[in-house]
């Protein structure tokens, strides 16, 4: 069990926009901590795809984009290309315990 | 650019030991904290361990405290984990990542796989 929640799996056609969330609780996002994602292509290391919950490193297409409200995070992704198709998760801090990184369980995404 | 190799996965019978590594090139490594992440297959990322630019912070996950050790040797650019009285639930693939400016695991290794199973 993850102590962030995240859709198993998401999907939709070529060209089109999805949105994929991230639910944590008052301990962890709602504490204030950045939100990160990863995209994890299949059978190769994550890389990281956002950080500090809005920005994208050099090389991150602008079709990527993160949002963060309250105790949830979202990804969005436009312009949905065969090549998005992966494993994203998303990622924070939890105050439960200091250093403490929490993952959310991931959630593959399926372009049509 | 920032390039990370694990090394020292191998197949180990439960309470056993093993010592992974983590060799880094393409950044200044001292300066950056850095991580180990695992992977059981098929399932979701679990971070394991987190250590500062200089060693002297050092934070576990809960599953691994107390039997996993990690370290670095900034000398050699190398980040560690000493992993005793495994289980088979440690079974998975360990990355290394540094860590930026705001937290994130910015970039990682392609992983080294751990199986713990007599």
């Known amino acids: 069990q993850s102590v962030l929640t995240q859709p198993p799996s998401v999907s939709g056609a070529p060209g089109q926009r999805v949105i994929i969330s991230c639910t944590g609780t008052s301990t962890n996002i709602g504490a204030g901590f950045d939100v990160h994602w990863y995209q994890q292509l299949p059978g190769r290391a994550p890389r990281l795809l956002i950080y500090?919950?809005?920005n994208r490193p050099s090389g991150v297409p602008e079709r990527f984009s993160a949002s963060t409200s309250g105790t949830s995070a979202s990804l969005a992704i436009t312009g949905l290309q065969a090549e998005d198709e992966a494993d994203y998760y998303c990622q924070s801090n939890d105050i439960k315990e200091t250093g403490l990184r929490v993952f959310g369980g991931g959630t593959r995404l399926t372009v049509l | 650019e920032a390039q990370l190799l694990e090394s020292g996965g191998a197949l180990v019978q439960p309470g056993g030991t093993l010592k992974l590594s983590c060799e880094a090139s393409?950044?200044?490594?001292?300066?950056?904290?850095m991580s180990w992440v695992r992977q059981a297959q098929g399932k979701g990322l679990e971070w394991v361990s987190s250590?500062?630019?200089?060693?002297?912070?050092?934070y576990y996950a809960g599953s691994v405290k107390g039997r996993f050790t990690i370290s670095r040797d900034n000398s050699k650019n190398t980040l560690y984990l000493q992993m005793n009285n495994l289980r088979p639930e440690d079974t998975a693939m360990y990355f290394c990542?540094?860590?930026?400016?705001?937290?994130?695991?910015?970039?990682w290794g392609q992983g080294t796989l751990v199986t713990v199973s007599s």
């Open positions: 500090g919950h809005t």
């Open positions: 990542a540094n860590t930026g400016n705001y937290g994130s695991l910015d970039s």
């Open positions: 250590i500062s630019g200089r060693g002297g912070t050092i």
């Open positions: 393409g950044f200044p490594f001292s300066s950056f904290a």
